[in-house]
């Protein structure tokens, strides 16, 4: 993955909300990229998406809603459909694109991006917007 991205490093401590001007620029340079390079939305990503367990950042203070709006990631706001008992968690985040070699990993790395939370447990809800984004996905939205 690295030899084919862009990665991009913001300056906070993992423990403060980030700064209005520093995510506007963000949001720019984000808008620049995936209009230059033609880079479908969905795959703009976190540190921590691409390396669960290895990397934790962003943390659960970074606007990935607020980017999705404006086409940088994708989203689904609740209220939720109920995922179906089967395929389990750990399938779904491999739909997803999440490597679930360590399945703690992949959703705590999960959670601290779609839910604000740092678990590594997947509670139904958050299970039922992982339903939510994989079917998003495959149906195309957020290219």
Same mark, same amino acid.
């Given at each position: 993955m690295n030899s084919a991205s862009i990665g991009i490093e913001l300056?906070?401590?993992?423990?403060?909300?980030?700064?209005?001007?520093?995510?506007?620029?963000?949001?720019? %340079?984000?808008?620049? %990229?995936?209009?230059?390079?033609?880079?479908?939305?969905?795959?703009?990503?976190?540190?921590?998406d691409i390396a669960p367990g290895r990397k934790v950042d962003p943390d659960i203070n970074f606007p990935w809603r607020r980017l999705a709006q404006q086409g940088l990631g994708l989203w689904c706001e609740p209220p939720f459909d109920p995922a179906p008992p089967s395929?389990?968690?750990?399938?779904?985040?491999?739909?997803?694109?999440?490597?679930?070699?360590?399945?703690?990993?992949?959703?705590?790395a999960f959670n601290r991006h779609f839910t604000g939370v740092e678990s590594s447990r997947m509670t139904d809800e958050a299970r039922a917007r992982l339903y939510c984004l994989v079917l998003k996905k495959w149906a195309g939205e957020g290219s």
């Open positions: 300056d906070n401590d993992g423990k403060e909300v980030y700064p209005e001007p520093q995510i506007a620029a963000l949001l720019n %340079l984000l808008a620049d %990229l995936k209009k230059r390079y033609a880079i479908p939305g969905i795959n703009i990503l976190g540190h921590g395929p389990n968690a750990g399938t779904l985040l491999g739909a997803f694109g999440y490597d679930i070699s360590n399945a703690d990993a992949a959703i705590a």
